[in-house]
């Protein structure tokens, strides 16, 4: 069965940092594309970056770029987000997601940013 | 960048009602078209892609339709598990959600 599971949420000031990973199993994780995808309390899905198979290719949606980065680790079949200084309105569920065929499945059970003093 | 525009925001119903949910790209898309189903503290699943294409396992209740800018996504009778939040995803260049359409009882 395939499965993402997301890890590295918590509480962080404003201008702090962290690092979000997912861990893949269950399928070929070298041979697929990867996103994070946020969604602040209450509000709707909105991507936040792309990854490439091999790490090559990487886009970030405007309200994240230069401020965070995406990574793998093809040999530990992980998936990664730097976070640097975070904002309350990076305040949010994170969930990494699989690209299959340009959509996403499946997704993480996703996990929770908190950024405030 | 395509923006992605859902109406109605919220639609309430009762169980066996035929319900339909309609999504506008701001340019074409072509048929590059998601649809996800997100209950409650859950990730979302999918249940179409490539605008009417039914994603395995999902009951055949659920349809979509559409293509170029305007989509929709239609419950021919709803069931007590579908009460849920809708999102249409946009693939054809980067991925933009639409800003989900809550499907409450009535």
């Known amino acids: 069965e395939m499965q993402l599971v997301e890890s590295g949420g918590g509480l962080v000031q404003p201008g702090g940092s962290l690092r979000l990973s997912c861990a893949a199993s269950?399928?070929?994780?070298?041979?697929?594309?990867m996103n994070w995808v946020r969604q602040a309390p209450g509000k709707g899905l909105e991507w936040v970056s792309y990854?490439?198979?091999?790490?090559?290719?990487?886009y970030y949606a405007d309200s994240v770029k230069g401020r965070f980065t995406i990574s793998r680790d093809n040999a530990k079949n992980s998936l990664y987000l730097q976070m640097n200084s975070l904002r309350a309105e990076d305040t949010a569920v994170y969930y990494c997601a699989r690209v299959y065929l340009q959509y996403f499945d499946p997704w993480g059970q996703g996990t929770l940013v908190t950024v405030s003093s | 960048d395509i923006q992605m525009t859902q109406s109605p925001s919220t639609l309430s119903a009762s169980v066996g009602d035929r319900v339909t949910i309609t999504c506008r790209a701001s340019?074409?898309?072509?048929?590059?078209l998601a649809w996800y189903q997100q209950k409650p503290g859950k990730a979302p699943k999918l249940l179409i892609y490539?605008?009417?294409s039914l994603e395995s396992g999902v009951p055949s209740r659920f349809s979509g339709s559409g293509s170029g800018t305007e989509f929709t996504l239609t419950i021919s009778s709803l069931q007590p598990d579908d009460f849920a939040t809708y999102y249409c995803q946009q693939y054809n260049s980067l991925w933009t959600f639409g800003q989900g359409t809550k499907v409450e009882i009535k």
């Open positions: 340019q074409s898309i072509s048929n590059r």
């Open positions: 490539k605008a009417s």
């Open positions: 990854i490439s198979g091999g790490g090559d290719t990487i």
């Open positions: 269950g399928f070929t994780f070298s041979s697929h594309e």
